[in-house]
């Protein structure tokens, strides 16, 4: 395989995907396909923007004439598909949003990988990256396997689950080479400040509130961004053909309890006596439709692929927080403008 298309690649999760692609195969020319929205930032690439075999492509997946001339173009061999609208507390407010991208932007990339692989498709490889939203929401027992049935709950995680229904639809309809995983919750570097915690981070430093949806009872299940990545590259490369793998961190957390060590953690790196940011708590209004529990059973990708999360949370959590409180000015950047809007009308802080 010679090139590869990454979609989203200027987001949190592709920007890793990105790098670690970049670095650990320079043989392999890798195309970054992203419409730069609010969550996309060229600044998580700047490390690597100037390497010979990285390409960035400014466009939308929901254009599919610019799909179709992009892969006539460049006649990727593999694609690696992550843009999407990943926030679901914005697809309960705008939820069209995420059928126009998740769905019909999927299905788009789906038709103009077809347009140049339909009368070959050996050594072409599709991967779609997908979510555990998209089994719904556990009791206090058990977990999602492969086979549990889908049950998606939130407009985000419907408009996910359609889309991984039309790559299988194509991979079982047309034998087009397509992959799924289904990952929980990432943290890490680089993640836009909406989501819980680099949004905790970012208010403990401004000392403002820490808004929790309901009780703080939920629970997920959190895995460090770079292991992610490790775990794309080892099914992109490894993964069997029509199959999925779960990707999880074996780390199931309440929100209320994840919270209290972020604060803990941010005391200590900020030199507040212990105990400083646990009284920015505040319980708000609940998420609607809030699916309560979420757990990965990641035993397939361990025992056909050998994968499995490298780092310890309490690790992760660490670097994390190490890296916003390195990282002001993108923090800055990232939380001037637009940002200060979406915080208000959702917050109505
Ligand atoms: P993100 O919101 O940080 O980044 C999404 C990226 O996609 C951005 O760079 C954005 O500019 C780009 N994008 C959005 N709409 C686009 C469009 N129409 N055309 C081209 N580019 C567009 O998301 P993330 O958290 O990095 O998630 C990446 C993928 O991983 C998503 O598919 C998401 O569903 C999935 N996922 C995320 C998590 C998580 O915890 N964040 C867990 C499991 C799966
Ligand atoms: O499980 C994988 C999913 O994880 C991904 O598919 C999504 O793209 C990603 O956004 C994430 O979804 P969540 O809804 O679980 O993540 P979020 O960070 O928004 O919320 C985590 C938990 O914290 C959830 O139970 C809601 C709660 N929460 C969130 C925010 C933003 C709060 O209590 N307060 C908040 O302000």
């Known amino acids: ?17 990105v790098r ?8 392999l020319k890798v195309y970054n396909l992203d419409a730069l929205t609010y ?15 990285y390409q960035f492509l400014h466009g939308d997946i929901t254009d599919e004439g610019f799909l179709m001339q992009v892969f006539q173009e460049h006649a990727f061999d593999g694609v690696i598909h992550l843009a999407a609208e990943s926030h679901v ?12 991208t998740n769905v019909n932007g999927t299905v788009n990339l789906l038709n103009a990988a077809m347009s140049i692989w339909k009368d070959d498709f050996a050594g072409k490889r599709f991967y779609h990256v997908s979510t555990d939203e998209v089994y719904g929401s556990l009791g206090e027992t058990g977990f999602f396997t492969e086979t549990t049935a889908y049950d998606p709950q939130s407009p985000y995680s419907a408009s996910k689950a359609a889309s991984d229904h039309f790559v299988r639809a194509y991979a079982n ?3 087009f080479p397509a992959v799924i995983t289904n990952c929980s919750n990432n943290y890490g570097p680089h993640q836009f400040p909406e989501k819980l915690l680099p949004l905790c981070i970012h208010n403990i430093k401004n000392n403002k509130p820490l808004p929790i949806y309901g009780k703080g009872e939920n629970i997920r299940d959190w895995l460090f961004v770079e292991d992610h990545a490790r775990a794309i590259d080892v099914v992109f490369h490894q ?13 199931e957390w309440k929100n209320i309890d994840i919270v209290r060590l972020l604060c803990d953690i941010m005391d200590r790196k900020l030199g507040n006596v212990q105990g400083t940011s646990q009284e920015l708590i505040t319980f708000v209004k609940d998420r609607a439709g809030h699916d309560m529990r979420y757990a990965i059973d990641a035993s397939k990708i361990k025992n056909e692929l050998g994968w499995e999360p490298s780092l310890q949370f309490e690790e992760g959590l660490e670097k994390t927080v190490d890296w916003y409180l390195e990282n002001t000015d993108w923090l800055q950047n990232v939380t001037s403008g637009a940002y200060q809007a979406y915080y208000q009308k959702h917050y109505h802080a």
């Not at 670690?20 to 043989?27: D, E, N, Q, R």
């Not at 996309?40 to 390497?51: F, K, M, R, V, Y």
């Open 1 to 17: 395989m010679n090139k590869l298309l990454i979609t989203g690649g200027a987001g949190f999760i592709g920007s890793h995907v």
């Open 20 to 27: 670690l692609f970049v670095t650990k195969y320079p043989h």
């Open 39 to 53: 969550a996309g930032n060229l600044e998580n690439l700047l490390d690597i923007e100037n390497q010979p075999n």
């Open 89 to 100: 507390d914005r697809s309960i407010s705008n939820p069209g949003a995420f059928v126009k």
């Open 173 to 175: 309809t047309y034998g």
């Open 239 to 251: 993964g069997q053909l029509t199959a999925t793998y779960n990707i999880g961190g074996v780390n």
